[in-house]
Each structure stands twice: as C-alpha cells, then as structure tokens.
C-alpha cells in the first residue's frame, strides 16, 4: 500500500552513463515532483508537474528530463552523469498543484543515486 | 532563490529534555509547514500552518507561525529515543499554481536514552 514509490532505492553508475529513475504515486494526486536532497540534507525543487503538465522547472541542467506518461506517474532521465549528481533524489506528490497543509507533499524513500 | 534560515543545525539531548528549533525569512510566507525525516526516508510532514500567530499540537509537538510571517518555531516537549532524526521546517510565498515549497536546512536532532 505504497503511497509514492521510486525505483531503484540505490543506483551507482560510472560518469558519461544515462539512467532514469521512476515514480509511481497511488494517492490519487494531480501533481508530482522531483527534489534533489545534497550530501548537507538541503532539499531543493527541481521539478513540478501537474496532471502531465510541467508547471516548475528550476535551473537544473538539460541533461534532466522529467517524462510523464500519466498523472500517477513521473519519471526522471538523466544523461551524460558527472560526479556531481551524486545526490537523493526525492519523488513527491500532492493533492493539488499548490503545495501545502491543505494539501501537503507526501514523499517517496528517495533514490541515493552515486556516480563514481 | 529563497531560503529558510533555520537553526540550530544540529542539536543532542538527554531523553526527557524538551527541544526547540525555528526558521526565519526575509520574506513574507503564507504557510508553515514542519516535516520529519527519518534515515533511508523522506520527510513526512508533522505540522501545517496557515494563519499568523496559528498555535498548533500535534502530541507531543508544537508549533507557530510568527505574528510577522516571517518566522516559524516547533516544540518537542519529553523527547524520546524516536524522535531521532533531521527536521526540516517548509513554506511557501504564493498561492498561485506553481508555487514552491522552499526548505530550510534542516536540523539534525539525537537524543540520548
């Protein structure tokens, strides 16, 4: 009974490769999203998508690409990976597009992605 | 872009003692929320505020949202073992669609049996 799921949990990789992450929510939720948590914990936006609509997309480099199939799902593919992208990388989704108590984020365990 | 300025960054305390943590910001924010993150998880949310001055408890937690919307504090009253982990204390500026939940630093919390 999953809430939001992402796979894999842990993804090493050597730099130049390309590896995607997936996101399955089953909350029923319009929106989801893609954070980046750093080796200090910070956690910061990278993407936003609301029923398959990209809605945020901060400054994050091209080589991110976020793909939507459907509203329950938010798959993040990345190319050409350098050392640092090394990070968790977090799934969440939430009710509505406006993030908040009413409607408040519900994560996934998150993706420890290490590129060597 | 914006950031929360939250403190102390780390804290360690004997079990029984009480906790206080809180975030400050340049800019005006209309919610406060607090969120839990525990090792190999993400965060789960503990608290949500949406009015000014908003006193809110959830067991042994507490929190408010500053008369100014400028700041947030959160209480853990009687800490136990399993209140081990990195708070993180979240807010958003706007209400229009898009709008970002910005993250303060986080503060890692141990507590000693």
């Known amino acids: 009974d999953t809430a939001v799921s992402q796979t894999p949990k842990y993804l090493v990789t050597q730099m130049g490769n390309d590896k995607s992450i997936k996101c399955e929510q089953n909350l029923g939720h319009d929106t989801m999203y893609w954070y980046k948590q750093d080796s200090k914990k910070f956690l910061k936006i990278m993407f936003s998508?609301?029923?398959?609509?990209?809605?945020i997309n901060e400054t994050v480099p091209n080589r991110f690409s976020p793909k939507s199939p459907d509203k329950a799902h938010l798959n993040l593919h990345i190319n050409s990976l350098e050392l640092g992208d090394s990070a968790v990388y977090f799934c969440a989704s939430s009710l509505v597009v406006l993030p908040g108590g009413n409607s408040p984020l519900h994560f996934g365990n998150g993706t420890r992605l290490t590129v060597t | 872009g914006q950031q929360l300025n939250q403190s102390p960054q780390s804290m360690f305390i004997q079990e029984g003692e009480d906790v206080s943590m809180n975030c400050t910001s340049s800019?005006?924010?209309?919610?406060w929320l607090w969120y839990k993150q525990d090792p190999g998880e993400g965060p789960v949310l503990l608290i949500a505020l949406y009015k000014a001055g908003e006193l809110t408890s959830n067991g042994r937690l507490t929190a408010q949202f500053g008369i100014t919307r400028k700041d947030s504090f959160l209480n853990i009253s009687a800490s136990i073992p399993s209140d081990v982990g990195i708070y993180f204390c979240?807010?958003?500026?706007?209400?229009?669609?898009?709008?970002?939940?910005?993250f303060g630093e986080g503060t890692q919390l141990t507590v000693n049996p």
């Open positions: 800019s005006i924010f209309n919610t």
């Open positions: 998508y609301n029923n398959k609509e990209l809605i």
């Open positions: 979240a807010g958003t500026l706007g209400e229009t669609s898009g709008s970002r939940l910005t």
